[in-house]
């Protein structure tokens, strides 16, 4: 066979994944021939790879890939025969999928080789040639086996940690989500990386009795390597039921909580089931060896939103590796800015913010902002406090549109919020909304204007500006909301706050007037490292 480059990649992969378990099943090099010259591929961590110390000769084998119909004869002239084949997750006639958990011993590494391994498995599985900050630390707490709260800056890459761990951990990852658009996100990231074996669900997929049993069905099937639900699905007697039926006969390798500050934030308040989450996984995805790692994920947390994860996730707060945090959560490619005034000039102040400040402080054009060309290469976002009324998100729309035809521009604009809007049917809303959704990530949109619904975890990196119409209603919300912009760290990103709200009283509260003096206490009372 001939040699192409992307043999050596896959072969790069399967040694990192051989070297971060030890197990010791690839060899220090494979030559290919080909009719015309030989290519020898080493092992990257070949020094590191055990064969019980006895090579009596080189193996010689002939490898063939073979693009035929599955019902063709074999070849006989080659050793080895790859061929794909269509056969369910567990055939029936081979034995069972292993119960076991692989964990990592941690410390057994020399500083950076884990890295190392890691990058193997990532630069060709996931598309990253390197990791930031954190991301490594994190990977090996999860492999180590161990429960964790990572808080990492938006857009620093917290989806890395468990897609990767979960391509080296066998068996079923659980995601659970706060957000229909965050689970259909994730849903497409998985999809574009070539990972098909994903299943997501939420409300728009179980509609029908006829779509509530086919993703049952799909549940019970064990096909889908990642798994992706709200904390309220955990609580719904036939999918415990499925996924119970699903882990007979393999294991969950790990659960994840992803945007966990809303374990704090919202399970006190409206979604009661956070406060059962921590148990309800552990309960559901437990075997024989106990329960799988729990890898919480968030990109802002107050030390008393914190204290409340671990507590709720039932995660050892006494243990030094169960919180990981960075230096620091800034993130210099955005910048800030607060267009103060009376509250009867919050509009003209928007339409200020988006068609002269944000195109000048990001030099770029109105007809840029708006997508008047044929592909909008920049997105922008306004965040809105209502769904409908006067700063709801289809009026807000209404005056963008406005503004810009003004000006001789045909801006694409469009809306996104949970329950649907005025003018729009609530019967149709949900698949609207996952067209809204694909057209701003296919660039068929340049500015979406939308609730805090779309402020977690959406993965667009020419998102260059956001506008908050209205003081948001925590400074967690706004730090995520604002996050949206600047995913792509190479491009300056411009964030404003349009407020007319000067009752300092009122702003005190809205920015949460207990995190402040909560922080105070506990810096008092614990030190400086634990703010």
Request: charged share 25%; with cysteine; hydrophobic share 40%.
């Amino acid at each position: 066979v001939a040699w192409h480059p992307w043999f050596g990649d896959v072969l790069d992969c399967l040694a990192g994944l051989d070297a971060v378990w030890g197990t010791g099943v690839m060899p220090s090099s494979i030559d290919v021939v080909s009719d015309s010259d030989v290519t020898t591929w080493t092992n990257p961590f070949g020094h590191r790879v055990q064969h019980d110390g006895v090579v009596d000769e080189t193996p010689r084998v002939s490898v063939c890939v073979d693009w035929g119909p599955v019902w063709a004869a074999l070849p006989v002239e080659h050793d080895i025969v790859v061929r794909g084949v269509p056969l369910p997750a567990h055939a029936g006639w081979d034995e069972d999928l292993s119960s076991e958990r692989r964990t990592l011993a941690q410390g057994v590494d020399t500083p950076g080789s884990l890295e190392q391994e890691l990058c193997a498995v990532a630069r060709h599985a996931i598309g990253v040639p390197t990791f930031r900050e954190g991301q490594v630390r994190a990977i090996e707490r999860v492999l180590a086996g161990g429960d964790s709260l990572a808080l990492l800056p938006t857009g620093h890459g917290k989806t890395l940690i468990y897609q990767l761990a979960m391509l080296l951990r066998p068996g079923l990852t659980l995601v659970v989500a706060p957000l229909v658009s965050l689970i259909g996100d994730q849903e497409r990231r998985f999809l574009e990386l070539g990972i098909d074996r994903v299943l997501a669900i939420h409300g728009g997929r179980t509609g029908t009795s006829e779509d509530a049993q086919a993703v049952l069905a799909a549940v019970r099937s064990g096909h889908s390597l990642i798994t992706f639900v709200s904390p309220e699905r955990l609580q719904i007697d036939s999918f415990r039921k499925a996924l119970a039926s699903s882990l007979s006969t393999r294991v969950a390798g790990l659960t994840v909580v992803d945007e966990a500050h809303c374990v704090s934030e919202w399970g006190h308040d409206f979604r009661t089931s956070y406060l059962r989450l921590g148990r309800n996984l552990r309960r559901w995805t437990a075997n024989d060896g106990g329960a799988p790692a729990l890898v919480s994920l968030t990109g802002t947390a107050s030390p008393g939103v914190v204290r409340d994860v671990l507590r709720e996730l039932d995660i050892d707060a006494t243990d030094p590796g169960a919180v990981l945090r960075p230096p620091s959560f800034d993130r210099p490619n955005l910048s800030f800015e607060i267009l103060d005034g009376g509250a009867s000039n919050d509009f003209d102040m928007l339409r200020h913010a988006i068609t002269s400040v944000i195109p000048q402080r990001l030099g770029l054009s109105l007809e840029t902002i708006a997508g008047a060309g044929d592909r909008c290469d920049v997105g922008g976002l306004v965040f809105v406090p209502w769904t409908k009324g006067d700063y709801g998100v289809v009026e807000v729309r209404k005056q963008l549109v406005e503004w810009f035809k003004d000006l001789g521009i045909n801006a694409r604009v469009d809306v996104y919020c949970g329950a649907a809007p005025s003018g729009r049917d609530p019967r149709t809303w949900d698949d609207e909304k996952a067209e809204i959704a694909r057209r701003l990530q296919a660039d068929e949109l340049a500015i979406l204007v939308t609730t805090k619904a779309f402020g977690m975890g959406i993965d667009k990196p020419n998102i260059r500006w956001t506008a908050h119409l209205g003081m948001p209603s925590r400074i967690e919300a706004f730090a995520l909301e604002a996050g949206r912009a600047g995913r792509d760290r190479r491009l300056r990103a411009h964030c404003v706050l349009v407020t007319g709200q000067r009752d300092p009283v009122l702003v005190d509260r809205l920015l949460d007037a207990r995190t402040l003096p909560e922080a105070r206490r506990v810096f008092d009372r614990e030190g400086a490292g634990d703010v």
